[in-house]
């Protein structure tokens, strides 16, 4: 079993659709998180969750709506998207800090991602 | 406010040798830490490398190797005996200590490298 599972890999949706994104951590983490890739960008942090409680939304539409039921889950619930949206969505997850140190040195762990296409 | 910059949008190196990828970054914290991740064209993210900010020595694991240079804020990854496996897009990220293990992790813009038979 992989650390951090993806589903569906590959999604074709209209703008009126609404459709879900699925990720499961099998890594026992605490934190989990989800991050858009566009062509030719770097990495955009969306959605933090830790401990299920969602700690940062870093100005995502609203039409993006993410669901954490339990430290292990995290969903991305889509509906009317728009075409800037299709991207590449990655989930991650990362386990707690080491007590004695004075660096972040958790790394996040990440899925396959989902390949979205929006009509 | 923390920045990662890549500069190489692009990197060709033979087989067999080694290659430098550059990463530097800008933040006020004192406490932060870098990775490096690989990311082949399937798409998946796989971690390779941390540097603390406070490690005396600079990390290594296996055929990876991070220059860092703190002073010139600057974590360059180091790949030697590149392999064709190797050809991939490779990012630099930061996060700072103060956020703790939910920190946001900034990532740089990227590097593809090629490796040639």
């Known amino acids: 079993e992989t650390g951090v599972t993806q589903t569906p890999r590959h999604l074709v949706m209209g703008m009126t659709n609404k459709k879900s994104l699925k990720c499961e951590q099998h890594?026992?983490?605490?934190?989990m998180y989800w991050y858009k890739q566009s062509a030719k960008k770097p990495l955009e942090l969306m959605f933090v969750?830790?401990?299920?409680?969602?700690?940062e939304n870093n100005s995502v539409p609203s039409r993006f709506s993410p669901e954490c039921p339990n430290s292990s889950h995290l969903f991305l619930h889509l509906h009317t998207l728009q075409p800037e949206d299709s991207a590449l969505y990655l989930c991650a997850s990362s386990g707690p800090e080491e007590k004695d140190r004075k660096s972040s040195n958790q790394p996040q762990h990440f899925g396959d991602g989902t390949r979205l296409s929006i009509l | 406010a923390q920045k990662i910059t890549q500069t190489q949008p692009g990197m060709f190196v033979q087989e067999k040798e080694a290659v430098t990828l550059d990463c530097t970054y800008d933040t006020s914290d004192p406490s932060y830490g870098l990775f490096w991740y690989k990311q082949p064209s399937s798409g998946e993210m796989i971690f390779l490398i941390y540097q603390g900010s406070y490690d005396q020595q600079n990390a290594t694991e296996g055929r990876y190797s991070l220059n860092f240079q703190k002073a010139r804020k600057s974590a360059n990854l180091v790949i030697s005996a590149s392999q064709l496996g190797d050809s991939a897009m490779y990012f630099c990220?930061?996060?700072?200590?103060?956020?703790?293990?939910?920190?946001?992790?900034?990532f740089g813009q990227g590097t593809t490298l090629q490796v040639k038979p």
């Open positions: 969750y830790n401990f299920k409680e969602q700690t």
């Open positions: 890594l026992g983490h605490n934190a």
């Open positions: 990220a930061m996060r700072d200590r103060l956020r703790g293990n939910t920190g946001k992790l900034i």
